[in-house]
């Protein structure tokens, strides 16, 4: 009598096909046929189903989402502090007095932006170099992205670069508007807590590429860095990254200048009446 012998979940999932194997095996020889040729099969070899390799890539999705929230939370806020002390001590009214004060944010756009990128160059680059040492197998099983881990990586920076310039400007300009730290504490949580929406707006959209859901995250401005970055990982096109990046930027420049108006108007008010009268005098 046959005995078939392995692990019990195996030897339930295969038994039944053993079975009739052997039943049509002893069909044959009671008949006195021969047994069939052998089925001619073709194979083709995957490396992973196709539904893994998509649920892979989702979860590259949001963990580039993660950190892109992270660093720009962590790193944009310090705009607000440094422009409040610039205002404590009237340095920002002497240098509006001499360059305009568009160029003033930008300018501290980009200074805080350069920092920022230098920390994470050292800090990542410490991580990474720790992380290939000590365990070069969690790195080897990260699943790629759709375009490819140098193309995710540059697109990641840049939507980073955008992404804190959006924010930064936004909190420049909510700190324009205050003159204590206790009020820019008051007007920067709502904000802290909207932009926590948009992330879960963002995140909401991953996997429903050209749902509503997914082209309202990729248009609205400060939700668009974290939903291409996860089409990014998802989808091998990169058509879109470009318009969506010369989205931003255009957003950017607007904020600047809507920023630097309202500092104008209510900052450097205080010489405006003067020169007025001065002008009807004469």
Request: glycine share 10%; net charge positive.
């Amino acid at each position: 009598r046959p005995l078939l012998v392995g692990p019990r979940g195996q030897i339930v999932g295969n038994g039944g096909v053993v079975a009739l194997i052997l039943d049509e095996a002893r069909q044959h020889r009671a008949l006195g046929t021969a047994a069939p040729p052998p089925v001619a099969l073709m194979a083709q070899a995957v490396g992973q189903a196709a539904g893994d390799d998509t649920a892979a890539r989702t979860l590259t999705a949001r963990m580039g989402q993660l950190l892109l929230m992270l660093l720009t939370m962590i790193l944009a806020g310090m705009l607000l502090s440094n422009l409040i002390e610039e205002k404590s001590n009237k340095v920002i009214e002497v240098l509006a007095a001499a360059v305009p004060v568009d160029a003033i944010f930008i300018g501290k756009l980009m200074a805080m932006l350069a920092m920022s990128l230098t920390g994470i160059a050292i800090w990542g680059g410490t991580a990474g170099l720790v992380v290939f040492t000590l365990a070069p197998q969690a790195a080897a099983a990260l699943p790629p992205p759709a375009v490819g881990w140098p193309a995710f990586l540059l697109l990641g920076t840049g939507y980073f670069i955008l992404c804190y310039l959006l924010l930064g400007a936004l909190f420049l300009g909510i700190g324009a508007q205050a003159s204590t730290v206790r009020e820019v504490q008051t007007l920067s949580m709502p904000v802290t807590m909207a932009q926590m929406g948009v992330v879960a707006l963002a995140s909401s959209a991953v996997g429903k590429a050209g749902g509503a859901l997914a082209i309202t995250a990729m248009v609205f401005p400060w939700s668009s860095p974290f939903a291409m970055i996860a089409g990014a990982a998802q989808s091998a096109a990169l058509w879109p990254h470009a318009l969506a990046m010369l989205w931003q930027a255009a957003w950017v420049a607007l904020i600047i200048r809507v920023a630097a108006g309202r500092f104008r108007k209510s900052v450097l008010k205080s010489g405006g009446p003067r020169r007025r009268l001065f002008r009807r005098a004469r």
